[in-house]
């Protein structure tokens, strides 16, 4: 391609100011380096562009050709550049987010009302879909925010530290563990445990059963309400976080106990492109995720999504 977009501001300066001197003062050339750079375009074009009429440069045909392409081109161009602005400034756009853990959309609408009232211009779309796969998602450009636990280790990808939730064992008030104040891995090794996600993609799993040999009967259940139900009627156990089983525990219709001695914790970062970055509607968007998400927090208010996560090696 020999045009390039300062070729078309050029002559769309030369024709607008009908004057090269003119034209090379607007565009902070000397005369004889616009003469020079018009002839330059003439020459890769292979025809004449302006012509000189009564001391003032006229397009020919084909100039004019070019100078309705540079319109178009020109404006495009410039809306463009103000929407990404707007974009990076705070409150215009799109904003995809998905979570990491299905049981996080229970308190997501909360943080997308408080948001939209904050920032009424910025889209917020639910990428479900991306739930199980947050970081390829992130990568491929098909999600811009996701709420995980998962590790990063990619240069092109940015985290900040949300908040962390206890996830605790819960059982029926008639279950032999009710009466522990706390239960270990080992303890599991003969239940039948209920659960969202498949071993390979259960965090108790990775994080801290598989690690400790234990292989307790798991049943995937994917639905929340469906696994404290069943909880209820003595089908299993479970392991969830605190604030989901909150309101059956506060009932007294199930009883969650401490997984190990000190608890099981995980903690959640926010991921985002690096170009996303540190803008404002990110970072208010995070500020309402750590004021409302109903669990045990150790940051209230994020730090700034600015830190790079470091490569792998």
Not at 48 to 67: C, D, E, I, S, Y
Request: hydrophobic share 45%; proline share 6%.
């Amino acid at each position: 391609m020999d045009l390039e977009v300062r070729h078309l501001r050029l002559m769309q300066t030369v024709a607008t100011l009908g004057s090269l001197t003119a034209a090379a003062d607007r565009l902070n050339l000397t005369q004889s380096a616009l003469s020079h750079q018009l002839r330059d375009i003439e020459d890769r074009l292979g025809t004449p562009l302006f012509l000189r009429r009564n001391r003032r440069m006229v397009a020919t045909p084909a100039g004019q050709r070019v100078l309705d392409s540079a319109t178009t081109i020109l404006a495009e161009l410039e809306r463009t550049e103000a929407a990404v602005r707007a974009l990076a400034k705070n409150r215009q756009g799109l904003l995809r987010v998905a979570t990491e853990c299905y049981t996080c959309y229970h308190w997501l609408p909360h943080v997308l009302k408080d948001f939209g009232q904050k920032c009424p211009s910025v889209e917020v779309r639910i990428e479900v879909e991306a739930t199980w796969r947050p970081l390829a998602a992130l990568l491929a450009g098909k999600l811009d925010l996701a709420i995980m636990t998962s590790p990063v280790r990619d240069r092109r990808l940015a985290a900040t530290a949300l908040f962390r939730d206890e996830i605790l064992v819960i059982v029926p008030p008639d279950h032999p563990f009710a009466a522990k104040t706390f239960v270990k891995p080992s303890d599991l090794a003969d239940q039948t445990m209920l659960m969202y996600s498949l071993k390979e993609e259960s965090y108790v799993c990775r994080k801290l059963l598989t690690p400790a040999g234990i292989e307790p009967t798991l049943r995937q259940v994917q639905l929340t309400e469906a696994i404290l139900e069943m909880v209820r009627a003595g089908l299993g156990i479970t392991a969830l976080g605190r604030w989901v089983a909150q309101p059956y525990l506060d009932r007294r219709s199930l009883v969650g106990l401490r997984l190990t001695p000190g608890g099981f914790y995980r903690q959640w970062q926010a991921v985002v492109p690096r170009a996303l970055a540190g803008t404002d509607y990110v970072n208010e968007f995070l500020r309402l995720v750590a004021a409302r998400a109903p669990v045990a927090r150790t940051d209230v208010t994020p730090r700034p999504v600015l830190r790079a996560v470091r490569a792998a090696g």
